[in-house]
């Protein structure tokens, strides 16, 4: 079993358009973080959101956390070509303070000029 | 600048052969971990590392050794490599809040 599902899983859509991806899980979280992985590098983290109904914003991205602390969205307003990549949400294994995370499968995005 | 590097960005193996895939930090992370990812299943952690000469298994260990003699170093040892670890393998560092990632190395095993 999945701890979190990631929708859509692929994503295609012109330039301009906005657009949001949904992480979800039926677990509860202290915290949750959303990264952005371009072809051939390692993911980097975007933002970790800690309380329940926050929003963080960057840039064009907008990310909430959801009230329960069990679900979180990442809305992109007026997609550009440089948005395009996989964006993950993770998490951190609760109760352990090794760092290690639990990973969604991901949503390809891809934005056409 | 944080940097966590990796030592080949692509890898062609062929089935049989014995594998090692290095990672180094330059932060001074005590935790090191890695990661392969697959389309559609993501990332799942094969290993990961505490301390000089600890270790502990992941969710894949299965196939897969470590060794991490110096804190800054991370190896990944494939000791027999098979067509079904052909795979992008991911390390990482853990400092704070923050995952730091290397860029990857794309393993292919013929």
């Known amino acids: 079993t999945q701890l979190l599902e990631q929708s859509p899983q692929f994503l295609s859509i012109q330039e301009g358009e906005n657009l949001t991806v949904y992480c979800n899980s039926s677990s509860v979280f202290s915290s949750l973080q959303w990264y952005r992985q371009e072809p051939g590098e390692g993911p980097v983290l975007l933002v970790t959101v800690v309380t329940g109904g926050e929003v963080k914003k960057l840039k064009r991205l907008t990310f909430q956390f959801g009230d329960a602390r069990k679900d979180s969205s990442l809305h992109i307003t007026a997609a550009q070509p440089g948005d395009t990549g996989l964006y993950l949400c993770?998490?951190?294994?609760?109760?352990?303070?090794?760092?290690?995370?639990?990973f969604g499968r991901g949503t390809q995005l891809t934005v056409w000029p | 600048d944080v940097k966590v590097t990796q030592s080949s960005r692509y890898l062609v193996k062929r089935t049989g052969e014995k594998v090692f895939l290095e990672c180094v930090q330059d932060m001074d992370h005590e935790n090191m971990f890695w990661y392969r990812q697959d389309p559609g299943l993501g990332l799942r952690l094969i290993y990961f590392?505490?301390?000089?000469?600890?270790?502990e298994k992941g969710d894949i260990p299965e196939g897969y050794s470590v060794s991490r003699e110096k804190k800054e170093r991370f190896s990944l040892i494939l000791e027999s490599a098979s067509t079904n670890q052909t795979s992008m393998y991911l390390c990482a560092t853990h400092g704070g809040v923050i995952r730091y990632f290397g860029p990857g190395t794309r393993l292919t095993v013929l």
């Open positions: 993770a998490v951190d294994d609760r109760g352990s303070t090794l760092g290690r995370l639990y």
């Open positions: 590392s505490y301390d000089v000469k600890m270790k």
